[in-house]
């Protein structure tokens, strides 16, 4: 750290937009677009999809979320294998395993205890995405990290919104299974952006 570490991130903080021309950032912050707007387009209607799809009482979206936070908490117990094989290396690949398990979730979205532990995986899968992600922003330029991290903030919200409405225009035409689908091809477009960054460091 020293004096030098923290005022050269602090000037960074207040310009966002330089943080735009550091290396990489645009293509994950594409790829963190897409990554998010998969997750609240799909978690956004799934306890609809439970209620009025499968006729399951409201109390079931709990054990829902229940499955997916012990997914997310439990992928804590396997962090150390972002470190032994890199977070640039695994990023993309970590993404379409994300994907894999969008469209095992159209498959099991007819039956209430496959897509439970379908959305166990989820939460595995999408802790690693989370995780590793704000790695690799992080990493590209440590002066400007607090401007990058903002940026990716910012991209989140946008996406939240996205996700919910551009899904939401689809769900009553198509029902839920479409919705999984869909997040498919974001999360593919994920991994392809996340392969575009370069590797900064160790990420």
């Given at each position: 750290p020293g004096v030098a570490g923290p005022r050269a991130g602090s000037a960074?903080?207040?310009?966002p937009f330089a943080a735009?021309?550091?290396r990489g950032v645009m293509p994950l912050l594409a790829a963190c677009t897409a990554f998010m707007a998969s997750f609240y387009?799909?978690?956004?209607?799934?306890?609809d999809h439970l209620h009025n799809g499968l006729g399951l009482p409201l109390g079931a979206n709990g054990l829902m979320a229940l499955a997916y936070g012990l997914g997310f908490g439990g992928a804590a117990l396997l962090d150390g294998l972002v470190d032994r094989y890199g977070a640039g290396?695994?990023?993309p690949l970590i993404f379409l395993?994300?994907?894999i398990?969008?469209?095992a979730m159209a498959i099991a979205s007819g039956s209430y205890p496959a897509t439970l532990a379908v959305v166990f995986l989820w939460g595995l899968a999408n802790h690693f995405g989370l995780n590793v992600l704000i790695m690799r922003l992080a990493a590209l330029d440590p002066a400007r990290r607090g401007a990058i991290m903002g940026l990716n903030s910012g991209v989140t919200y946008l996406a939240l919104f996205a996700g919910?409405?551009?899904f939401g225009a689809i769900y009553p035409f198509s029902?839920?299974?479409?919705?999984p689908g869909v997040a498919v091809l974001l999360m593919v477009c994920a991994a392809g952006f996340a392969a575009l960054a370069p590797r900064a460091g160790s990420a």
């Open positions: 960074g903080a207040q310009s735009l021309q550091v387009g799909v978690y956004g209607y799934l306890g290396r695994l990023l395993a994300v994907g398990v969008y469209a919910t409405a551009g029902g839920f299974t479409l919705l």
